[in-house]
T-cell receptor
Framework: DAGVIQSPRHEVTEMGQEVTLRCKPISGHDYLFWYRQTMMRGLELLIYFNNNVPIDDSGMPEDRFSAKMPNASFSTLKIQPSEPRDSAVYFC?????????????FGSGTRLTVV | AQSVTQLGSHVSVSEGALVLLRCNYSSSVPPYLFWYVQYPNQGLQLLLKYTSAATLVKGINGFEAEFKKSETSFHLTKPSAHMSDAAEYFCAVRSGGTSYGKLTFGQGTILTVHP
């Protein structure tokens, strides 16, 4: 299995531009999570999906952020318009089930820099 | 609500010395507990997990952790540190019995190994 695949690995964009981060979960995993990692705030859960349906988006910082999962093998996290404070590493993770002690498998992350 | 506290944001040991990374959790129901490792510019990798079976859990790379309910702790140990163990380590908790099973992460502990 190729694991959780994220693209791009690095993204540098100017303030005000739209940014789209992509994630392909492990085949057969029903849950998909988007996390953001910064030095100041550590790892923050932004949103997660179960069977392509958003379950909890309470961690999404504001309306500039949106996430979709059009099918079981693909999810996007979009920031529009981007701001310098959005600079962070964004991780996607998937797991086959929850409530039974399964761990998450994380992607390698997308390092976003907004200048 | 569930939470995790990692005591010590930085731990430094000599090669061959004991590694001890501390984690205390708070959970209103029996928890599932995890340790993850993050090497530079990589995603998080699962080291080990506690899922209410044996209280002493062995993981990859010679690490182990002991679940102590009376102390609400899940400290990570390794008898002899290697240079390759230098990384950031995250403790995480997920409360069993919930329908969504979000992982809550601690702030992380950076392990430095000196020759």
């Amino acid at each position: 299995d190729a694991g959780v695949i994220q693209s791009p690995r690095h993204e540098v964009t100017e303030m005000g531009q739209e940014v789209t981060l992509r994630c392909k979960p492990i085949s057969g995993h029903d849950y998909l999570f988007w996390y953001r990692q910064t030095m100041m705030r550590g790892l923050e859960l932004l949103i997660y999906f179960n069977n392509n349906v958003p379950i909890d988006d309470s961690g999404m910082p504001e309306d500039r952020f949106s996430a979709k999962m059009p099918n079981a093998s693909f999810s996007t996290l979009k920031i529009q318009p981007s701001e310098p404070r959005d600079s962070a590493v964004y991780f996607c993770a998937s797991t086959p089930r929850t409530g039974t002690g399964y761990g998450y498998t994380f992607g390698s992350g997308t390092r976003l820099t907004v200048v | 609500a569930q939470s995790v506290t990692q005591l010590g944001s930085h731990v430094s040991v000599s090669e061959g010395a004991l590694v001890l990374l501390r984690c205390n959790y708070s959970s209103s129901v029996p928890p599932y507990l995890f340790w993850y490792v993050q090497y530079p510019n990589q995603g998080l990798q699962l080291l080990l997990k506690y899922t209410s079976a044996a209280t002493l859990v062995k993981g990859i790379n010679g690490f182990e952790a002991e679940f102590k309910k009376s102390e609400t702790s899940f400290h990570l140990t390794k008898p002899s540190a290697h240079m390759s163990d230098a990384a950031e380590y995250f403790c995480a908790v997920r409360s069993g019995g919930t329908s969504y099973g979000k992982l809550t992460f601690g702030q992380g502990t950076i392990l430095t190994v000196h020759p």
